[in-house]
């Protein structure tokens, strides 16, 4: 049996380390968060149907039914990818009752499964499906280069790989209750 023994220089080593894994535990929490609430705020909007919000001091657009059904038609209207396309203006598009309905109440559930940091992951890649296509369908336009990847894919794809729902999150508390052989 070999016995090591521990130096001061070890033991700051590994203070240091545990400090900055909950540095970043907890900006990931933050991620997790802001990220829930935008899903949440536009759901909201969904529900509401009212999208422009001016505070004086702030004004900002959330995304409504009516902008949603709009953002499809577009998309499904210049994709390159006629499958995809297709499927929006024969399937989604002419059902948007349903899918309307099914969109609100997926975002309401990404949302509130990142906030409240349960099923984390799982959560994440529900938003990922969700914007997922639209992205895809306008990727060639140009348009979104930059605004979906770093406002919505990045942070859900950190979010789908990261378990950020151990800090600050219900998900600690079932990892521990499944013997930490909880996936999200």
């Not at 949603?68 to 024969?90: E, H, M, V, W």
């Not at 938003?127 to 930059?146: D, E, F, K």
């Not at 151990?166 to 996936?183: E, I």
């Amino acid at each position: 049996m070999v016995q090591t023994t521990r130096t001061a220089d070890d033991t700051a080593a590994g203070a240091a380390g545990a400090a900055t894994f909950r540095l970043m535990g907890r900006a990931f929490a933050v991620l997790r968060i802001v990220t829930g609430l935008v899903f949440l705020s536009n759901a909201l909007a969904k529900v509401s149907g009212v999208g422009n919000y001016d505070w004086g001091f702030f004004s900002f657009n959330l995304i409504t039914g009516d902008a949603a059904k709009s953002i499809a038609t577009n998309a499904s209207g210049k994709t390159q990818i006629a499958p995809l396309g297709a499927f929006y203006r024969d399937v989604v598009l002419p059902n948007w009752g349903f899918f309307g309905i099914f969109l609100t109440l997926a975002e309401l559930a990404v949302g509130l499964g990142l906030i409240a940091g349960v099923a984390t992951r799982l959560a994440a890649v529900g938003g990922l499906l969700l914007i997922a296509p639209i992205w895809v369908m306008l990727w060639h336009t140009g348009l979104y280069l930059w605004e979906y990847p770093t406002e919505d894919l990045l942070p859900l794809a950190l979010l789908a790989t990261v378990p950020a729902g151990r800090v600050a999150g219900l998900d600690a508390r079932l990892a521990v209750r499944f013997h930490h052989r909880w996936p999200f």
